[in-house]
């Protein structure tokens, strides 16, 4: 099914409402945060985290909630922040992904694509996990490695993993978002050579899966799966292994 953009605005909207009605585990006090009347309840505070764009905490309030003695301080926005805890967004994540679920088969297989990629953050030098500097002299930054699984066919992510730049393991997230996946049917996972290993693939045949996985080759890399294997000389051919 395809959804036009405001019906996946309501379906998004509709989620937040119901997450209200019972935040446990998604604040960090539910019997007291957002019981309140304030001037950013809990679905404001939600949406505004998630559309906001690269300004200054105080334009994003003001292009927000407008130009209005009423509106927040940032502090205040600071503060309520604090209370939302990530799993918030995890649940939001996979409601909304389950909710507007289609399945969009070639060939009578369901496409997985996993890839990663860094994302920059605020800079934080006491965050040492994520913080990054490439020589002295150079101000350093913080990176996150965040790892999706995407439904090439119908265009939508189905999982992710966040990890902090400096402890990042593509494989970890890799098996972890097979083992709590709760598709089934004829699926075949694609990836490049970050996710080559036995350990993934014997996670995806556990699951009923198929994948297909690029592996380093001979010339540019001193190890990997081909330097176990005997494989003829040839540009293109198949090769069953057990």
């Known amino acids: 099914m395809n959804y036009k953009p405001q019906d996946a605005k309501n379906i998004l909207l509709s989620i937040i409402n119901r997450q209200k009605e019972n935040l ?18 809990y679905e404001k505070m939600m949406l505004s985290l998630l559309t906001m764009e690269g300004a200054s905490l105080t334009s994003e309030l003001l292009r927000q909630f407008g130009c209005d003695m009423s509106i927040a301080t940032s502090s205040a926005f600071v503060q309520q922040r604090k209370k939302i805890l990530p799993e918030a967004f995890e649940k939001l994540f996979f409601d909304f992904s389950k909710e507007t679920e289609h399945t969009v088969n070639f060939k009578g297989h369901r496409l997985l694509a996993v890839d990663g990629t860094d994302i920059q953050i605020a800079t934080n030098l006491s965050d040492t996990d994520s913080l990054i500097q490439t020589r002295e002299g150079v101000k350093p930054y913080n990176l996150l490695h965040l790892n999706a699984i995407y439904d090439v066919m119908a265009h939508t992510y189905k999982d992710a993993v966040v990890f902090k730049k400096r402890i990042e393991n593509e494989n970890k997230a890799l098996v972890k978002m097979v083992d709590r996946s709760s598709l089934s049917g004829n699926i075949i996972i694609i990836a ?8 993934n693939m014997a996670h995806i045949q556990e699951k009923g899966w198929k994948y297909l996985i690029r592996i380093k080759d001979f010339q540019n890399y001193s190890s990997g799966i081909l330097h176990g294997l005997e494989l003829p000389d040839e540009d293109e051919f198949d090769e069953y292994i057990r």
């Open 24 to 41: 446990t585990g998604l604040v960090v006090n539910p019997q007291k945060d957002f019981s309140r009347n304030r001037k950013i309840p």
């Open 192 to 199: 490049d050579r970050g996710y080559e290993a036995y350990n």
